[in-house]
């Protein structure tokens, strides 16, 4: 992995964002920083040259893939957490349940893992690593629940009087409270269907049908 991989990765050229990246690599840098982290290394005294180092690559290497190292962790983040689900797109009913159900799955991952719990905490004494995790990941996740919201709006399972981006909280703010604010609080089986079917009930328009 270290070798050939590194030299051919080193030799690319063009946009970051536009050129083939070797998953090879990239998994080495990412291993790299989570080794690191499991060591105790606090997210502070990271620096792209001990990363690069302990992954086997050039600073370079690491340069062409990321601006710098708030970027990198926000991906290490997201190797370390749940991928985010696939929406089914059958209801806006069903989408939401998916969308809750990932943040369940987070929650319950950042409990059982000690590092990634570690993680998320020191992100949020960092402001730019928090920064920019808002920005790459939780901001896209809002966005498409808003979306989610307004279509059901258009397609009649909501009411149109709402507004999305308050009921997007509504939606999610029960399971981040469980999640974040009470972690002794249960994560059962179930409660994200519970979540999102005892706020519809209220919120459907008048003429539609129960659920």
């Known amino acids: 992995m270290e070798g050939t991989h590194v030299n051919l990765a080193d030799s690319q050229t063009g946009p970051v964002r536009g050129r083939p990246r070797s998953e090879a690599v990239e998994r080495a840098i990412i291993e790299g920083v989570m080794k690191l982290l499991e060591e105790g290394v606090p997210l502070a005294e990271l620096s792209i040259e001990r990363i690069a180092r302990t992954a086997g690559v050039g600073k370079a290497t690491i340069y062409r893939r990321w601006s710098g190292k708030e970027e990198l962790f926000v991906d290490v983040v997201r190797a370390a957490e749940p991928p985010d689900a696939e929406l089914p797109g059958t209801s806006m009913r069903d989408d939401l349940v998916v969308l809750l159900e990932s ?35 939780v901001a896209p ?71």
């Open 103 to 137: 943040l369940r799955q987070r929650g319950l991952l950042s409990r059982s893992s000690a590092i990634l719990h570690n993680v998320h905490a020191q992100m949020k004494s960092s402001p730019k690593v928090w920064t920019a995790y808002h920005t790459l990941v």
């Open 141 to 211: 996740r809002r966005r498409l629940g808003v979306e989610v919201l307004r279509r059901g709006q258009r397609n009649g399972e909501l009411r149109e009087d709402v507004d999305v981006e308050l009921l997007n909280d509504l939606f999610v703010g029960p399971m981040l409270l469980r999640s974040v604010m009470r972690p002794d609080a249960d994560l059962p089986d179930g409660l994200s269907e519970q979540i999102v079917d005892t706020l519809l009930e209220g919120l459907r328009p008048v003429s539609s049908p129960p659920l």
